[in-house]
């Protein structure tokens, strides 16, 4: 899935659930074709095994998505 080739700038998703499973596996995917990613996960160690596997687009961020004040701007 990578962006389009015409797209002027890079394209950035953010992922819930980055450090382990689908999540991990999308971000990886993601990372490796080209996108920024913003990974969100419970777990650093596995966050930066991601953000390691996915390339220097990929930055990992310790967050649980259900806890309102880990998440708020």
């Known amino acids: 899935m ?6 002027a700038t890079p394209r950035t998703v953010v992922v819930t659930g980055a450090s ?3 999540g991990a596996a ?6 490796q074709g080209g996108w920024r990613v913003a990974a969100l996960g419970r777990n650093t160690v596995e966050l930066d095994r991601v953000a ?3 390339g220097s687009g990929c ?11 880990e ?3």
């Not at 990578?2 to 797209?7: F, R, Y």
């Not at 999308?26 to 990372?31: E, F, K, S, W, Y």
């Not at 930055?59 to 259900?66: G, N, R, S, T």
């Open 52 to 54: 390691a596997s996915a």
């Open 20 to 22: 382990s499973g689908i």
């Open 71 to 73: 998440v708020v701007a």
């Open 26 to 31: 999308l971000a990886i995917r993601l990372g």
């Open 2 to 7: 990578p962006p389009s080739s015409e797209a």
């Open 59 to 69: 930055l990992p961020i310790k967050a649980d998505v259900a806890r309102e004040d």
